[in-house]
């Protein structure tokens, strides 16, 4: 998917500038009934902590309230380019993408602002799933070289690095992520949109079984 203009350049500038210093999150562990769908996501089939347990419920809280965000990425910037493409001058161009990051901003800003650096990271992550793309190489095709190098600096800051990519079959995490994503789907939780580059979980799994053995 061949993406452009400006809409992950202000995500990360939202998040860089307001991500919040603690994660908010909370949850009651014993108030959740484990069943299955936690055991097949711990790779290697060990017993769970408490801890683990609820490190993976919080990660689940944080993936079905960032992946819409992601999804919407990829739907605008998609769309966008396809109007720039329509346009012929320089000018007419520059106008346009003023406009649109105008109304980008005044649309998703104070959601954003909302994220936890956790779930900016996890949002990062998800940008490149469904762009195929990190969100610093498409500030930098977008805005600069220079520009790419401050935000990234600048998300840092708050734990976040716009270089990050999304790996589910070396990264545990991103397995985890993908896992989830894809109950969310099935249950209609989430709206599911492809990814930019081809995931196949069930050869991932087999994959991360045999590996643990």
């Known amino acids: 998917m061949k993406v452009r203009i400006f809409l992950i350049f202000l995500l990360l500038i939202s998040l860089g500038a307001n991500a919040q210093i ?3 999150d909370s949850i009651e562990i014993d108030s959740i009934a484990f069943n299955t769908e936690l055991e097949e996501l711990v790779i290697g089939g060990s017993k769970m902590s408490t801890d683990e347990k609820k490190q993976l419920l919080l990660l689940r809280r944080r993936v079905l309230k960032v992946y819409p965000y992601a999804k919407l990425a990829a ?20 106008k346009y993408s003023k406009i649109v990051e105008k109304y980008l901003e005044n649309e998703f800003e104070g959601q954003l602002k909302k994220l936890t650096r956790k779930e900016g990271q996890i ?20 805005k600069s070289g220079w520009k790419a190098f401050w935000a990234n600096r600048m998300a840092k800051l708050f734990d976040i690095n716009l270089k990050e990519r999304y790996n589910p079959a070396n990264v545990t995490e991103d397995y985890a992520i993908e896992g989830y994503l894809i109950k969310a789907f099935d249950e209609k939780r989430l709206v599911k949109q492809e990814p930019a580059f081809k995931i196949d979980y069930d050869a991932i799994t087999e994959n991360w079984r045999e590996r643990n053995k």
């Open 22 to 24: 603690k994660e908010t």
């Open 123 to 142: 949002l990062v992550k998800l940008i490149y799933r469904q762009t195929g793309h990190t969100t610093f190489d498409l500030i930098k095709e977008q």
């Open 75 to 94: 739907e605008k910037l998609t769309m966008l380019a396809n109007n720039m493409d329509k346009l012929k001058t320089d000018r007419e161009k520059k």
